[in-house]
């Protein structure tokens, strides 16, 4: 499994756009970016997954660059239930199976 | 995920005891995983099962063994606990479906092993 890494913390203002940004320079051809989130203690929340097209859902949007080494989920208007760790992975389907690290915790203030 | 059940919630047992975490699901989901949470760390793999009659190692299962008993059920057993394994536990469900799927979580098992 490729692994990712992330910047330990960060900040948002509420109301304004989270940009979270995830390296994964050794992802392979058929492995997918996943995000998923994490508040307190509670277990993973799923958030949004791609291939190499940008994809965009209800709460949030997935940037994958060209090269897919790299990516930045975007949480367009944060709110403080925003705050949580969120967890960028890869995996493929084959694979079935991830490594998390120790993911960003981003920090929504008023 | 409320379609993913772990029991018990919390638990609290002396060393040397044998556990039993137990996790059940309703989603249909054919993968089901284990994975343990340090504080401040991220999950770690414990064991995962693709089907019934499929069990495999995952990064960290010294100490640990598990039991696929149907589909919907995925146990996880520490023989004789030991203080360094109190941690946070969670199942994740799957399914092999189309496409990646993304994996559901329970709401955890903490553990705490004096």
């Known amino acids: 499994d490729a692994k990712t890494t992330q910047p330990p913390s960060m900040d948002c203002a509420e109301g304004r756009a989270a940009n979270l940004p995830c390296n994964h320079s050794?992802?392979?051809?058929?492995?997918?970016v996943y995000w998923y989130r994490q508040i307190h203690s509670q277990g993973p929340q799923y958030i949004i997954h791609?291939?190499?097209n940008n994809e965009t859902n209800e709460m949030a949007s997935l940037i994958i660059t060209e090269d897919r080494k790299s990516s930045t989920l975007i949480l367009p208007h944060a709110t403080l239930r925003d705050t949580a760790v969120y967890y960028c992975?890869?995996?493929?389907?084959?694979?079935?199976?991830?490594?998390f690290g120790d993911g960003t915790t981003l920090t929504v203030k008023p | 995920d409320a379609d993913v059940t772990q029991t018990p919630r919390n638990r609290i047992t002396k060393t040397g005891k044998r556990i039993m975490l137990e996790c059940s699901q309703t989603?249909?989901?054919?993968?089901m995983y284990w994975y343990r949470q340090d504080p401040g760390l991220g999950l770690r793999l414990i064991y995962y099962?693709?089907?019934?009659?499929?069990?495999n190692k995952g990064e960290i299962s010294d100490g640990y063994s598990v039991s696929r008993q149907a589909q919907a059920k995925f146990s996880l057993s520490l023989e004789s606990a030991i203080p360094n394994q109190t941690a946070l536990y969670f199942c994740?469900?799957?399914?092999?479906?189309?496409?990646?799927?993304?994996?559901?979580f329970g709401d955890g098992t903490r553990l705490s092993i004096l």
């Open positions: 994740a469900t799957s399914d092999i479906g189309t496409g990646n799927q993304p994996q559901h």
């Open positions: 050794t992802i392979s051809g058929n492995e997918y």
């Open positions: 791609g291939l190499k």
């Open positions: 992975i890869v995996m493929s389907t084959n694979a079935g199976k991830s490594t």
């Open positions: 989603k249909g989901h054919d993968r």
């Open positions: 099962s693709f089907d019934v009659k499929d069990i």
